[in-house]
């Protein structure tokens, strides 16, 4: 079992900055990839990034949505069982609720597809005003 506590959503004004943090528990942090998807009003929930597991000496790899390339960075610290995700110029278009989840079986390249994670946290609304 894998619990995961998603905080610092809030309301931004667009071209501001959040940090969302997930903090995990229940299994060894680093031998999981993790990802972070969106769900806003009326659509369904979307991949937005992505992160390996801790491969010793190799970089870890990351991927991202268009929608939020080059505005977006994730990360991780497997010493405090947190992912995190940086979001950097804000728009109203990124108002959704964040959730972020975790892939035990390390799947690879289905990063970006919700059945590959098998625990998820419970949310955090991100409100971006024009």
């Known amino acids: 079992q894998v619990q995961l506590l998603e905080s610092g959503g809030g309301l931004v004004q667009a071209g501001g900055s959040l940090r969302l943090s997930c903090a995990a528990s229940?299994?060894?942090?680093?031998?999981?990839?993790l990802g972070w998807f969106r769900q806003a009003p009326g659509k369904e929930r979307a991949f937005v990034a992505f992160?390996?597991?801790?491969?010793?000496?190799?970089?870890?790899?990351?991927a991202y949505a268009d929608s939020v390339k080059g505005r977006f960075t994730i990360s991780r610290d497997n010493a405090k069982n947190t992912v995190y995700l940086q979001m950097n110029n804000l728009k109203p278009e990124d108002t959704a609720v964040y959730y972020c989840?975790?892939?035990?079986?390390?799947?690879?390249?289905?990063?970006?597809?919700?059945?590959?994670?098998?625990?998820w946290g419970q949310g955090t609304q991100v409100t971006v005003s024009s």
């Open positions: 989840a975790a892939d035990l079986q390390n799947s690879g390249r289905y990063y970006y597809t919700e059945t590959v994670y098998d625990y």
């Open positions: 229940g299994r060894t942090f680093s031998d999981y990839a």
């Open positions: 992160i390996s597991r801790s491969g010793g000496t190799t970089p870890y790899q990351t």
